[in-house]
């Protein structure tokens, strides 16, 4: 059921928060134990707010479950990290918690993630694997694979991640759901524990696209607590999004489209594009240039700046800290060197090298001017489109283990899905067929939807069309 489809219950009198919530909870003790997309929840805090629901509310009653790196008042928040699984308990409400929480909706379920958002299969989760629900030898992919993979496995009806260079839009991909991104600015940041301040944003995991609409609208806006959300109006997104696609201009770029993509990822999107073309769309080949190097530019400029965010958890402020060291600096070491996993550390150590004096320029610099370069060919592209139609990943889900041998090929993985955080621009994952992939004869394929800035409308309007053919 989505989210909307409950609402009507609630108002209809078929169903009430309370049920709702019970059965979740049924739904979870019969297959989490098996996707384990849930690190903890709490079932009777969650009563007790169904009980006061009010269902006047746009979310009035409906459970959302919540990414473990957004805090939640009196929640744990371990960021899927031994730094904070033990001893962190969130004293304050993240913007988007406090929006969800006015709108009525019921914060339900902390999800599994990659430690600190840094992956793209749960597997560097210092607390658990979270399986693909579409087929448990898969990975749900990452960071936001718990959120992801609950929504499809049915134990949550909606859910919240973080999406950095594409953790909610290739999880969903992979578990053959809707994620969206929303543009830098769109939706507060505050209460989310930073990875890249310059490229994390929130976004929701959903079941349809209206449900991804009906979130946005919830938690999306200015908020004086984050210095980068942008203060320009929120559309209503309802308002537009059944328009449909006839006489929309849709880019097709060259460079998302080369050689490497599976076939049945290829052959899905393609046929996406092909219905869309026959309801009135046009479509415009075009070239984003600096494709080949926005891998390359993430992993400078993600690093650099998860560096410094990490740097206070120090043993001092938050969670862990290692007993028996022998002075303060050694607090440091100690807590950092038990709290942090390999990938964690990978990136500490990478940001702080392309960081340090003599390398900042080399490096640094060098990859914020070609961030300019990547946004600069979306902003001609969009002078001739009004979205850009991709793949969301070269591949269905991989195998659990293939990503965690070879960190490289993961980062290559995130090909298209990176290019959008640069930018800023919004990107949404829509599922648009299944495919036969290593062995499984059907994984979920996505179809990938970017617009210009705060161009969310345009691009809900587009992804309801795909919905409806897919
Ligand atoms: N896979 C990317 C990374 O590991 C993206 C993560 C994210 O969006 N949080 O950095």
Do not use: W
Not at 316 to 344: K, P
Not at 429 to 456: K, R
């Amino acid at each position: 059921m989505t989210l909307t489809q409950l609402r009507q219950q609630f108002l209809s009198g078929q169903s009430t928060p309370t049920q709702a919530l019970e059965s979740l909870a049924s739904a979870i003790a019969e297959r989490d134990s098996q996707t384990k997309a849930y690190i903890s929840y709490n079932l009777e805090e969650a009563l007790q707010a169904a009980a006061k629901a009010d269902l006047s509310k746009p979310l009035g009653g409906l459970p959302i479950a919540i990414k473990d790196n957004i805090n939640t008042f009196g929640q744990p928040c371990t960021c899927g990290s031994k730094f904070l699984a033990k001893n962190y308990t969130s004293p304050y409400d993240a913007t988007v918690i406090r929006k969800l929480k006015e709108a009525g909706a019921i914060p339900f379920g902390r999800m599994n993630m990659d430690e600190f958002a840094m992956g793209s299969a749960t597997e560097n989760s210092a607390i658990q694997l979270t399986r693909n629900p579409r087929d448990p030898e898969r990975i749900a992919g990452g960071s936001s694979g718990g959120s992801a993979a609950s929504v499809a496995d049915l134990t949550a009806y909606a859910a919240l991640g973080s999406d950095t260079g594409g953790s909610i839009r290739q999880p969903a991909s992979h578990c053959g759901i809707v994620g969206l991104k929303p543009s830098y600015g769109r939706v507060s940041r505050y209460g989310v524990v930073a990875f890249a301040s310059s490229l994390d944003q929130i976004g929701p995991l959903t079941q349809s696209v209206d449900d991804a609409a009906l979130l946005l609208q919830t938690i999306a806006g200015y908020d004086h607590l984050d210095s980068t959300s942008v203060n320009l109006p929120v559309p209503d997104y309802s308002a537009t999004i059944n328009d449909g696609v006839k006489g929309l201009r849709l880019g097709i770029p060259a460079e998302y489209f080369a050689d490497g993509i599976h076939p049945g990822v290829r052959e899905n999107v393609e046929k996406c594009i092909q219905l869309l073309e026959s309801q009135g769309a046009e479509i415009i080949k075009l070239s984003l240039p600096y494709t080949s190097h926005v891998v390359a530019t993430y992993y400078v400029i993600a690093p650099a700046e998860a560096s410094s965010n990490l740097s206070r958890f120090d043993g001092i402020r938050y969670g862990n800290r290692a007993t028996g060291a022998s002075d303060i600096i050694d607090v440091y070491h100690q807590s950092r060197e038990q709290g942090f996993g390999a990938e964690v550390k990978r990136r500490i150590i990478l940001g702080t090298y392309v960081l340090s004096s003599g390398y900042y320029d080399a490096y640094y610099t060098r990859a914020q001017k070609v961030r300019k370069l990547i946004t600069r060919d979306f902003t001609q592209a969009f002078e001739k489109v009004d979205a850009i139609l991709s793949p969301v990943t070269p591949t269905p889900a991989r195998r659990i283990g293939v990503c965690s041998e070879n960190p490289l090929e993961d980062y290559l993985a995130d090909i298209f899905t990176i290019a959008a955080n640069l930018a800023g621009i919004p990107a949404i994952s829509v599922p648009c067929g299944t495919t036969a992939f290593d062995g499984a004869p059907a994984l979920p394929v996505g179809i990938q939807i970017m617009a210009p800035n705060f161009g969310e409308a345009m691009m809900l309007r587009v992804a309801k069309a795909v919905e409806a053919t897919a």
